[in-house]
């Protein structure tokens, strides 16, 4: 017990006096996370519309197939990108094995699924009778898909929220893909791990505190948001 | 009510393009390097690399891993340079010709370390391979790294010394209850001898920090130290232009040349983990 709180008391300090490497380590993390989060919702929001609302053969063997690579382990996606990048690999010229992108790359395609799989089940849910009255006002192809979308906001927000915080909270791409490079691709949970190996807690505490309160404040910035859309209907 | 959402997304998204991903301007001074665990646990890289760079205004990127790994970093082309320790494996990588040339940089030392009262008596052993034996005889947990690292590849060497039957990986035959593969890093297998009362292999470095670098300490003690067989040297190997034309093969040799010179060396031998110095310097004349 003593070593919990010794180790709190330290890790508080550590925060409070601004300590640069912290920090820099919690930037890493944020931006590669928002990266890949942006990059993927900016693919699976769109695609996960897509089969949600139209009707094609297989649609639920597609359906199926998002879910299940919702169970992808990271670490199985680190070694399938790292054979892609490295050297050796079909990407390998691209001499991105080891840095922030390699990282990106990973963990888009660890919460692509996520992020479509939950956007299929927020339209799906949206009534087929809301699409066909906004037609029959006069809506377009694009004012409907909007409208659709508007109604299926808190659904789709939520799964990107949900994306973020598996892709920040993840050690297994951040680790094979990164490296774990002081300075440069260290983000807060290969730093954890890294404290961890050197028998070092101080850091490693501080850094779970950010990462605990980081998304603790995603989850009030979602409520916020929820809040505001409530006020403008 | 979609402007909120787009006004939030857009302050995101510039804030987080608004800072390139990869530095690309600096790229010709910065170097990348695979090394083992313990250089970077024993805090030794903290030292080393920003001396260096106070010297040639080189960036030395490091990536800390087992020597296995961090070989096959260099093997792949994916690293410019490696500072490992394993000789067999870094002079079969060289005659391969994935590294141009071996230097001797420094060495350290393993040791065996087990519980206070040493419950199977190796301290007198006469030497290493008796120890391991002893261990095995009296069939106490030993923990074993078994992740292919430099110090994994150690501990089979010193089983092989010992004449014990061993299975095709290397562990003794009848290991099942006594011997246990952990396949982690030096710490965690620290951890573990602890709380298991078990013996096991360690560079000095981790044991000295995790004996007297933390708050909690650390009961186990070195029970058994000094024999040749428990030298541990580093070498530093750059990875050769003339098979991965990409390799920054210049400020890779001019960081090997520099470990190696009067100026690395002296810095090599003057770092001292909690009062106790930890690597020694090894640079060969004439290399």
Redesign the interface.
């Known amino acids: 017990m003593d070593f919990l709180t010794q180790s709190l008391a330290e890790a508080f300090t550590m925060l409070v006096s601004l300590d640069p490497e912290l920090y820099f380590i919690v930037w890493v993390s944020l931006r590669v996370s928002l990266m890949s989060t942006l990059i993927a919702s900016a693919m699976g929001i769109p695609l996960g519309f897509l089969i949600a609302i139209r009707h094609f053969r297989g649609k639920r063997g597609v359906i199926t197939l998002l879910n299940t690579l919702l169970a992808l382990p990271t670490v199985v996606i680190g070694l399938f990108v790292y054979a892609l990048l490295s050297r050796q690999g079909a990407l390998g010229h691209l001499g991105l094995l080891y840095t922030p992108a390699a990282i990106v790359v990973g963990q888009v395609i660890l919460i692509l699924p996520w992020v479509a799989g939950f956007t299929v089940s927020a339209v799906s849910r949206i009534d087929e009778r809301y699409r066909r009255t906004a037609m029959t006002l006069g809506a377009g192809p694009l004012q409907t898909a909007i409208a659709i979308l508007r109604e299926a906001r808190f659904g789709i927000l939520g799964s990107v929220i949900a994306a973020f915080g598996r892709v920040i909270s993840e050690i297994g791409i951040a680790m094979m893909l990164g490296g774990n490079i002081k300075g440069f691709t260290r983000t807060m949970t290969t730093a954890m791990a890294l404290e961890h190996n050197k028998g070092e807690f101080v850091l490693a505490v501080a850094l779970g505190i950010v990462l605990l309160a980081v998304s603790l404040a995603m989850n009030i910035l979602l409520q916020v948001i929820q809040g505001w859309y409530g006020e403008d209907r | ?2 402007r ?2 787009f006004k ?2 857009l302050v ?2 510039s ?3 608004a ?1 390139p ?2 530095t690309a301007s600096a790229e010709s001074r910065i170097i ?1 390097m695979s090394t083992t ?1 313990s250089t ?2 024993s805090g030794l890289l ?1 030292y080393l690399l920003p001396e260096f760079y106070a010297d040639t205004g080189i960036t030395v ?4 891993k087992g020597t296995g790994a961090a070989l096959r970093d260099g093997m ?4 410019d340079i490696v500072f490992v320790h394993d000789e067999e494996r870094e002079k079969k990588f060289v005659e391969d010709g994935f590294g141009t040339k071996r230097y001797y940089v420094m060495y350290n030392d393993f040791v065996i370390v087990g519980p206070k009262n040493d419950p199977a008596k190796i301290h007198d052993a006469v030497d290493s391979a008796e120890a391991m034996r002893k261990i095995a005889k009296a069939r106490t947990p030993f923990i074993s790294r078994g992740d292919d690292s430099g110090t994994h590849a150690r501990e089979k060497q010193l089983w092989v010394a010992t004449g014990l039957p061993l299975n095709r990986h290397g562990e003794p035959i009848d290991g099942r209850g006594w011997y246990f593969a952990i396949g982690q ?4 297998a ?2 573990m001898a602890g709380e298991k009362d078990g013996y096991l292999l360690s560079d000095r470095g ?1 044991y000295l ?2 004996k007297y ?4 300490g ?1 009961d186990p003690e070195v029970i058994y130290e000094g024999d040749d067989m428990l030298k541990n040297p580093y070498g530093v190997i750059p990875v050769n232009p003339e098979r ?1 034309s ?1 390799v920054n093969n210049d400020l890779a040799e001019t960081f090997a040349r520099w470990l190696v010179s009067e100026r690395g060396q002296e810095v090599i031998g003057s770092y001292q983990l909690h009062g106790h110095p930890l690597f020694f310097p090894d640079a060969r004349k004439g290399q």
Do not use: C, K, S, W
């Not at chain 2, 990127?61 to 800390?64: C, D, H, Q, S, T």
């Not at chain 2, 792949?76 to 690293?79: A, F, K, L, Q, Y």
């Not at chain 2, 670098?213 to 909690?216: K, S, V």
């Open positions: 009510m979609m909120y959402f939030f997304f995101i998204f804030l987080v393009t800072t991903m990869n990348t665990t970077e646990a903290d990127r490091a990536i800390a792949d082309g994916n690293v890093g030096m710490g965690p620290l951890v981790t920090h995790y670098g933390r708050a909690q650390y991965f990409h």
